[in-house]
């Protein structure tokens, strides 16, 4: 009987053709995926594939290119907003979005970060936190929780040596230039769903020159946290929302009390 | 009286075998397969005819590989 | 028709800038060269004349990535900073050498290491012609030796960059950068249009349309044979540079027995030092590198076949000899004459390290 219903008309989801066929390189599981997904089918219905220019970062998603089939640039570890910025300056009828993990966008590229924010260039930056750097093998991330191990604190973080996990997030959203600020997951139906709708208000926002819409998405990082897929993003809820509250901090320009 | 039906068809040698979408289904309809794929993993696969073509288990898959088909049944 | 102005080295550079048809200027106060910035700021380019965007970046990290950025979506872009600020940016040099990204970069360059002084200094050849970043990379070099040059050099810069897909630096000094001299600006040229941009540049991320494949810009390629590949490809490419684009002037060396090789202002206080010698009835000529890369290597290599003596003049402790010495070859010791940390030789001092150094020998 299932074989029925298995025909072009009754097809009510499927990968996005902005996606490309090359296999994703992350783990499995993880949410890097989901999100690249969530900007393409943004991209696709927007039908704006010839006017987005995306910027990948250095990290796991350093080959984001690979697999998001529009033109794309590879920046340096930190630099996207700086190339961001540029391009949209240079070419301000286009859609340019940035995509980086915690060390990228909240260690080596703080400076880049916030003040790409404060001159609310219009675009939307995405920021994947896994608290953990997942790439180069599980070192301690900016984000990395107090006490949570990592190769480079294997006994946990400790706070009084090594710093605070930091919340970039709460830190730009009250500059001027930032439009949207939100935090989000992709662990669920219903927070990718949001998160998509959070990406397209941002294209939206960048189209009508409203500034900065900036996106932050805690995911998981299995093999960093060396847990299973759903073990992870169980870990996650218990561990990592609390310190990284799921939801909206600044929209349309006013901070959500 | 119509009723909704729904399945899902999984690129079984793209999926990673992560169990994300079991979770998100509420209706417990996809579980593991016994074989591995051509990578060494067990993928995904349809376990009941209970599905609804919700499509919350392909919105959660990380890799893109479930596709969603839906359609009215006339039920006698 | 001609249009003559007295400017300062960096004014007449920033006014280039603008009539060369750049789009975008990303930069970061540094002396001896802030001027570059302030005039473009000045001239507000982006409301008042071109559309060409200038922005200060929060740093010369951020700015020489603006480049980059705005490289990748084939523009006409370009910084400007000083040595210290050089330093910063060589990351995102690398990056655009291994990207294969053409933009301009100027260095007016001051005394170093760290941060030295803010008086003129040719102590950065080394990292300007050897790749101051890390891999094996090469930009093209040019050294201006007066204001008209650092006009005509925006222009020229842009063409090669274009050319070839390379980073194309201008190395000079606050002599230079900050010296006020007639000038003959050049003739204003159109930014290219969207439709130019994509016909001469298809590699650019300018949006993928239905009738292309996706463009990408990266300098990443995880697979050493094909990053092997693509070293090769860039090494093909410096020959190439190599083979078409050397320039130098030789002042004098018709008849020369004795030649100073020395490029820049340094060059300049030369040419009095050769009229100085000869006054004296030694026959000096200077062979002035207008590009460092790729470096006149067959024209010294021609002189030392036959003069007597050469010596190489630097504000340094010994850089671009090297290279003399190389080109050169055995058939002559080359001879050294540098000041350094800001100094300037007087034409007095070089004419008697030319007689003790070179023609007492």
């Given at each position: 009987m299932m074989e029925n219903i298995i025909s072009p008309e009754n097809l009510v989801?499927?990968?996005?053709?902005?996606?490309?066929?090359?296999?994703l390189s992350y783990c499995p599981g993880c949410g890097h995926g989901v999100v690249h997904r969530m900007i393409m089918e943004t991209v696709d219905e927007m039908g704006i594939q010839d006017k987005t220019i995306g910027i990948a970062p250095v990290g796991c998603s350093v080959l984001a290119y690979d697999f998001m089939n529009v033109d794309m640039q590879q920046a340096a570890h930190g630099r996207a907003p700086a190339l961001g910025t540029a391009i949209k300056r240079l070419m301000p009828g286009k859609y340019v979005f940035t995509y980086q993990g915690d060390g990228d966008l909240a260690a080596i590229g703080t400076a880049e970060t916030i003040h790409c924010c404060n001159r609310g260039e219009d675009m939307v930056m995405i920021f994947i936190n896994n608290a953990i750097y997942g790439m180069t093998g599980g070192q301690m991330a900016p984000t990395t929780l107090e006490g949570m191990p990592s190769s480079t604190s294997p006994y946990g973080r400790d706070v009084a040596r090594m710093g605070y996990p930091l919340r970039i997030t709460e830190m730009v959203a009250p500059l001027a230039g930032v439009y949207n600020c939100s935090r989000h997951s992709v662990h669920t139906p219903a927070a990718v769903r949001k998160l998509k709708r959070a990406i397209r208000k941002g294209f939206e926002a960048q189209a009508d020159k409203k500034g900065l819409t900036f996106i932050e998405v805690v995911s998981n990082c299995n093999s960093g946290w060396k847990k299973t897929p759903n073990d992870a993003n169980k870990w996650m809820e218990e561990n990592l929302f609390p310190y990284y509250p799921i939801g909206d901090i600044k929209i349309d320009g006013k901070m959500v009390a | 009286m119509a009723k909704i039906k729904g399945t899902i068809v999984v690129d079984k040698e793209?999926?990673?075998?992560?169990?994300?979408?079991?979770?998100a289904c509420q209706f417990k309809c996809i579980g593991m397969s016994k074989e591995v794929n051509g990578k060494g993993y067990r993928y995904a696969i349809s376990v009941n005819d209970d599905c609804t073509g919700c499509t919350n288990c392909a919105i959660v898959c990380p890799d893109g590989v479930i596709s969603v088909y839906r359609a009215k049944i006339d039920s006698q | 028709m001609e249009e003559v102005k007295l400017m300062k080295g960096n004014e007449a550079f920033a006014e280039s800038v603008i009539r060369s048809g750049c789009d975008g200027y990303f930069g970061y106060p540094i002396t001896p060269q802030s001027e570059v910035m302030e005039y473009l700021m000045k001239e507000d380019p982006e409301v008042k004349r071109t559309g060409m965007v200038v922005l200060q970046a929060e740093s010369e990290v951020s700015a020489i990535n603006m480049v980059y950025g705005g490289a990748g979506c084939g523009k006409r872009v370009m910084t400007s900073s000083s040595s210290p600020g050089i330093s910063l940016k060589q990351e995102g040099i690398s990056y655009i050498a291994g990207a294969e990204l053409?933009?301009?970069?100027?260095?007016?360059?001051?005394?170093?290491?760290?941060?030295?002084?803010?008086?003129?200094?040719?102590?950065?050849?080394?990292?300007?012609?050897?790749?101051?970043?890390?891999?094996?990379?090469?930009?093209?070099?040019?050294?201006?030796?007066?204001?008209?040059?650092?006009?005509?050099?925006?222009p020229l810069g842009f063409d090669l960059a274009f050319k070839y897909r390379i980073a194309v630096l201008i190395l000079t000094d606050g002599v230079i950068g900050q010296m006020m001299e007639k000038v003959v600006l050049?003739?204003?040229?159109?930014?290219?249009t969207e439709e130019e941009i994509i016909k001469n540049t298809p590699w650019a991320t300018t949006g993928k349309t239905a009738d292309r494949e996706r463009n990408i810009i990266t300098s990443l390629d995880l697979d050493a044979a094909k990053q092997e590949q693509h070293n090769y490809k860039l090494a093909a490419k410096y020959k190439l540079?190599?083979?078409?684009?050397?320039?130098?002037?030789?002042?004098?060396?018709?008849?020369?027995?004795?030649?100073?090789?020395?490029?820049?202002?340094?060059?300049r206080i030369c040419q009095k030092v050769a009229d100085l010698a000869?006054?004296?009835?030694?026959?000096?000529?200077?062979?002035?590198?207008?590009?460092?890369?790729?470096?006149?290597?067959?024209?010294?290599?021609?002189?030392?076949?036959?003069?007597?003596?050469?010596?190489?003049?630097?504000?340094?402790?010994g850089q671009m000899i090297e290279d003399v010495q190389l080109a050169a070859g055995g058939t002559l010791e080359v001879q050294f004459y540098g000041r350094v940390g800001g100094m300037i030789p007087t034409p007095e001092e070089v004419l008697e390290a030319v007689e003790n150094k070179m023609v007492k020998l």
């Open positions: 989801y499927t990968k996005t053709k902005l996606m490309t066929d090359k296999a | 793209q999926c990673k075998g992560c169990e994300v979408c079991t979770t | 053409p933009c301009l970069i100027l260095n007016v360059a001051r005394g170093g290491p760290g941060l030295g002084t803010i008086q003129p200094s040719q102590a950065d050849y080394f990292q300007s012609v050897k790749g101051g970043g890390h891999g094996d990379y090469r930009m093209i070099v040019l050294a201006p030796a007066s204001v008209q040059e650092m006009a005509d050099f925006v050049p003739e204003p040229r159109p930014r290219w540079i190599e083979e078409n684009e050397v320039r130098c002037e030789e002042i004098q060396c018709d008849d020369a027995e004795y030649v100073i090789v020395a490029y820049g202002s340094a060059a000869r006054a004296k009835g030694i026959k000096l000529g200077v062979l002035r590198p207008v590009t460092l890369f790729p470096f006149p290597k067959k024209e010294i290599h021609a002189l030392a076949q036959r003069v007597k003596g050469m010596m190489s003049v630097e504000y340094s402790l």
